[in-house]
């Protein structure tokens, strides 16, 4: 694997620097956060469905490579109850090293005292054009959802194989990795200055508790509005956030480590992230 951080440099700046690291496969995790089926933001969900057909495919390489599959769509467990892979998940053993908070949200670590938080997300990040958002809304509450918290599974489009686990708990997550002995932990989904990086299961807690992590960071996005500081585009939002996360939190890779080809890039995306 190429792992890229970002270190300090002259006059205040950052430069990417690239480790090579090999991974054994039965030390080694995929946890996918909160993609969800449904979104209150339409176009964080056009983007997740976008996303989905490259992460499914990252999934299944990692499957076949005998890497453990974690599906963790918060607050949809119940849509689990009967699952194998939602029972396998319950029946690891409380871990001798349990953190203590492992069953908490994540909001800051010391690293990240080194610098600026580098977005405004202040307003919820939505981004969505005001008419269809309102229509989109409307349409959530028509199916009998929430509006504003409309999720209630994770989404068709990405396969929960044989053997794969289903959890939204960090204690049950932190168990089930103590059990399997897993060291390695890669992170794909939504949304990175969110729940990606603030989860019970997040970069934030697996970095602090000594889990070798990395964010996938051509399989995730955030929630980031342009007409909020620093007023850039929404995809420079995200490369905004994944720096944050290579100089502070942990490193990044990108799909390519299983898939080969090119990194996977969102229609619209026009910047030049690695």
């Given amino acids: ?51 989905a057909p490259r992460m499914d495919a990252f999934l299944k390489s990692a499957r076949d490579r005998g890497i453990l599959v974690i599906h963790a769509p918060s607050s949809c467990m119940a849509a689990y109850a009967d699952h194998p892979g939602r029972k396998f998940a319950q029946s690891a053993p409380t871990a001798g090293n349990l953190p ?12 990240e005292d080194g610098g600026e938080y580098p977005i405004d997300q202040t307003d919820g990040g939505e981004d969505d054009d005001p008419a269809e958002h309102e ?11 929430n509006p504003k918290a409309p999720w209630v599974k ?4 990405l396969t929960i194989a044989s053997g794969d686990a289903i959890s939204d708990s960090g204690v049950e997550i932190w168990n089930l990795l103590e059990l399997r002995g897993i060291k390695n932990v890669m992170l794909v989904g939504v949304h990175t200055n969110m729940c990606v990086l603030g989860r019970p299961f997040g970069l934030r807690q697996m ?42 939190v942990c490193p990044t890779i990108t799909s390519t480590v299983l898939l080969g080809g090119e990194r996977f890039r969102f229609n619209g995306d026009t910047t030049n992230a690695p």
């Fill in 100 to 111: 203590n908070d492992i069953s908490e949200w994540c909001r800051h670590i010391p690293a």
């Fill in 154 to 157: 994770q989404m068709d489009a």
């Fill in 135 to 145: 229509a989109w809304a409307k349409k959530l509450a028509g199916m009998g959802r």
């Fill in 207 to 248: 970095a602090k508790n000594g889990k070798n992590v990395v964010l996938v960071r051509d399989l995730t996005d955030t929630m980031y509005n342009p007409a909020k500081r620093p007023f850039v585009s929404h995809f420079a939002g995200t490369q905004l956030i994944i720096e944050h996360v290579e100089k502070f």
């Fill in 1 to 51: 694997l190429q792992l890229q951080s970002r270190k300090p440099a002259k006059g205040g700046q950052y430069e990417p620097t690239v480790v090579q690291q090999a991974w054994k496969p039965a030390e080694s995790c995929v946890i996918v956060c909160d993609m969800w089926d449904a979104h209150h933001c339409l176009n964080a969900v056009r983007r997740a469905e976008e996303m």
